[in-house]
């Protein structure tokens, strides 16, 4: 409807003027109310139009919660959401468009710097470029108008969700003070049902012994005629009627009498309720005062109550998780603590044994710098005896086995193999390390055997023959635990 739009209706006038009906007229137009001597259009022709009104106007408002609004703000919150997000795109594509934009301008100025205004190909260029940046200047105009779009839109949904903001606070208001009424009346209905109960109570009691005292005074009455008619008077000239008349008044009299009384007994007992009543509803007032405020204060303490518990669950949690973290620590540094033990037992028995092995080589090494100043002296002997010698032979042979050599001094036999200034003779079980012997002083190298004392032929040029008896005294181990046996015992 619009500002100058008129409203026109007919009523009957009251003066007494002319009987006729007349018309009135209301403006609708927010400027009339400023303008006293604005003057009002007649009505059109076709006469007075029918006024609508919409019915629904007229209804109350529903003013409860809508269960589904929780639902509606979140909808709405991943709308803006995305909203935002789609934003945020577009204002990306907007900054990398302006930088694209900047680039291709100062292209095109390198390109116009760069004169190549001459050839065909430059010429077909320029068109080409005009049309990019123009499509690109239109792309950016969108993006824009794209982006002020939405930036309305978002507007929008912002001013919806700070209405629905507060139209979501009104509402838990309206309901928080709704619920608190509701319990104030029930209190209040309560208290003046459980007053009306004792009311009628009383009422009831009242109302029976007024019965009873209306019964007793009937059955009074009733032995008072049984008295009067059970009376005979034997006077002659009495005048019974009078007598009966002054009776009839005297229990009229009595009758009025107890009615008043029990009227005046019934009001003083009414008044009394009625103070007690007006106590009890000032006491009542002053006791919802008194709940109101107890109420608040137990709200208050069950708020601290529920505040102490959370703080005592954090506490309880924080006092297992450390427990916890201190049993696993514990644990961590037993195990640890174990594995060092274990570590240093270890250490101690390779420390023992490391020990053991070097007395056994010392001993080894002690035995073999006797066994080589033995050999030595042999031999020292042997080389004079035999450059003493006129003929001897002397034969060598080299392999992968060893070195074989044999020698022999007529009258006296014997046979050493030389190997590393060892003599033949010595019998070794050394595994991983140096065996010899055999006929003719056999030296083998990683081998592994044992031979003491054994009678060996030996042949020399010239025609003699010995046999020479080399065997081995003295005894030692070697690291790894193996039998050594080595010497000279007798020669023949």
Not at 120 to 136: G, V
Not at 145 to 172: A, C, P, T, W
Not at 348 to 376: G, I, N, P
């Amino acid at each position: 409807m619009s500002f100058n739009q008129i409203s026109c209706k007919k009523r009957p006038t009251v003066s007494s003027g002319s009987g006729g009906g007349g018309y009135w007229t209301k403006g609708l137009s927010s400027h009339s109310k400023f303008r006293g001597n604005m003057k009002f259009p007649v009505c059109p022709p076709g006469g007075i139009q029918q006024v609508t009104i919409n019915s629904q106007l007229l209804l109350p408002l529903d003013l409860a919660i809508d269960p589904t609004i929780q639902k509606v703000k979140a909808e709405e919150r991943e709308q803006i959401k995305t909203l935002n997000n789609t934003f945020a795109t577009l204002l990306d594509k907007v900054r990398f468009m302006e930088q694209q934009n900047k680039v291709l301008e100062t292209k095109w100025k390198l390109l116009q710097e760069q004169g190549t205004k001459g050839t065909t190909k430059s010429a077909n260029l320029d068109p080409l470029f005009e049309k990019y940046i123009a499509d690109q200047k239109r792309y950016l105009d969108n993006l824009i108008n794209g982006k002020s779009r939405l930036q309305h839109e978002l507007k929008n949904m912002h001013d919806r969700v700070e209405q629905y903001r507060k139209k979501f606070g009104d509402e838990i208001n309206n309901r928080t003070k709704a619920e608190n009424d509701s319990v104030v009346f029930k209190k209040d209905v309560d208290a003046a049902c459980t007053v009306n109960i004792e009311l009628e109570a009383e009422v009831d009691a009242l109302t029976s012994k007024i019965d009873f005292l209306t019964n007793l005074y009937a059955v009074e009455l009733s032995q008072v005629h049984d008295q009067v008619n059970d009376t005979s008077v034997l006077t002659m000239d009495n005048d019974l009627y009078s007598l009966i008349n002054e009776a009839e008044y005297q229990y009229e009299q009595i009758a009025q009498r107890s009615k008043l009384e029990a009227e005046a007994l019934f009001h003083n007992q009414y008044k009394e309720l009625q103070k007690t009543v007006e106590g009890n509803s000032t006491i009542l007032k002053n006791s919802k005062t008194q709940i109101a405020d107890l109420n608040s204060k137990i709200r208050k303490l069950k708020a601290e109550i529920e505040n102490v518990k959370k703080q005592i669950t954090a506490l309880n949690q924080s006092i297992d998780g450390k427990k916890k973290r201190g049993n696993l620590a514990l644990e961590d540094a037993e195990k640890k603590l174990k594995d060092l033990e274990d570590a240093e037992n270890k250490l101690t028995e390779y420390m023992a044994h490391q020990l053991k092995e070097y007395q056994e080589l010392l001993s080894y090494k002690l035995t073999q710098d006797f066994v080589v100043a033995t050999y030595r002296k042999m031999l020292e002997g042997e080389e004079g005896r035999i450059s003493d010698s006129n003929n001897y032979s002397l034969s060598a042979l080299s392999g992968d086995s060893g070195v074989y050599s044999a020698g022999g001094i007529g009258g006296m036999g014997g046979e050493m193999g030389i190997a590393s200034g060892m003599g033949d003779g010595m019998g070794s079980r050394y595994s991983g390390g140096y065996g010899h012997g055999g006929n003719g002083g056999s030296l083998h190298r990683g081998g592994s055997f044992k031979r003491i004392g054994r009678r060996i032929p030996v042949a020399f040029r010239g025609g003699i023959v010995g046999k020479g008896n080399l065997g081995g005294i003295g005894s030692g181990r070697s690291p790894n635990d193996h039998e050594i046996s080595f010497g000279a015992k007798g020669m023949e």
